[in-house]
């Protein structure tokens, strides 16, 4: 069964950059589709960022677009989140899960939660 464990969330400064990580266990992520999303205190939860399972297609939310990069390494299980020049509007719980083959609706096709990991932007 596929288990997702994110990592790399801390507390920075506006402008600062973080790299968040969604590491793959009990079965490899070469079939699937990550998907990163957030959800801030009082907000719905949004899709921030997919990449297929090849890395041939990435998706971007708007607001973040230019600022972060998402990439993968099927060899290592391992799905990355690069976010640079950071911003207060940016703080919230980073999850990542999965979707078969493509990036999928966010509302229905993810699965494989991972508990979240917070990043925290100070202006």
């Known amino acids: 069964q596929l288990q997702l464990v994110e990592s790399g969330g801390d507390s920075v400064q506006a402008g600062e950059s973080l790299r968040l990580a969604c590491a793959a266990s009990g079965v490899g992520l070469a079939n699937y589709a990550i998907g990163w999303f957030r959800q801030a205190p009082g907000k719905e939860r949004e899709a921030v960022s997919c990449i297929d399972n090849l890395g041939a297609d990435t998706q971007y939310l708007d607001s973040i677009k230019g600022r972060f990069t998402v990439s993968r390494d099927n060899a290592e299980d391992t799905a990355y989140l690069q976010m640079n020049d950071l911003k207060p509007e940016d703080t919230a719980v980073y999850s990542c899960?999965?979707?078969?083959?493509?990036?999928?609706?966010?509302?229905?096709?993810?699965?494989?939660w991972g508990q979240g990991t917070q990043v925290t932007v100070a202006s």
């Open positions: 899960a999965a979707a078969l083959w493509l990036c999928g609706d966010p509302k229905s096709d993810f699965f494989s």
